[in-house]
Nanobody, 122 residues
Framework: VQLQASGGGLVQAGDSLRLSCAAS????????MGWFRQAPGKEREFVAA????????YYADSVKGRFTISRDNAKNTVYLQMNSLKPEDTAVYYC????????????????WGQGTLVTVSS
């Protein structure tokens, strides 16, 4: 599975961005998909995940109510809609795929994209 994340950029606090993660090489319709982020000098952390059907979603407390994860299995693509962005959301965002049901654990994801940088200015 190859994953390609896109949609990052420089925005101001309060703005919105939508990240996309396109999968190729093998369908990911049977995989859970997650978004993680890594800020400078910090560990990579879980942001959001969606189950294979799209009906189950999971969020880190820090983004709950502001971010929405969704997927389009026909397009082999996962999205992360980010609203009300804050400077502390600044990070490189990575998408990942897993066949494990433990969606919040970074170690459960064998497939990773290259990351897309999101910078939120105050």
């Amino acid at each position: 599975v190859q994953l390609q994340a896109s949609g990052g950029g420089l925005v101001q606090a309060g703005d919105s961005l939508r990240l996309s993660c396109a999968a190729s090489g093998r369908t990911v319709s049977w995989h859970g998909m997650g978004w993680f982020r890594q800020a400078p000098g910090k560990e990579r952390e879980f942001v959001a995940a969606v189950g294979w059907s799209g009906s189950a979603t999971y969020y880190a407390d820090s983004v709950k109510g502001r971010f929405t994860i969704s997927r389009d299995n026909a397009k082999n693509t996962v999205y992360l809609q980010m609203n009300s962005l804050k400077p502390e959301d600044t990070a490189v965002y990575y998408c990942a795929a897993t066949q494990s049901g433990r969606y919040t654990l970074r170690s459960e994801y064998p497939f990773w994209g290259q990351g897309t940088l999101v910078t939120v200015s105050s």
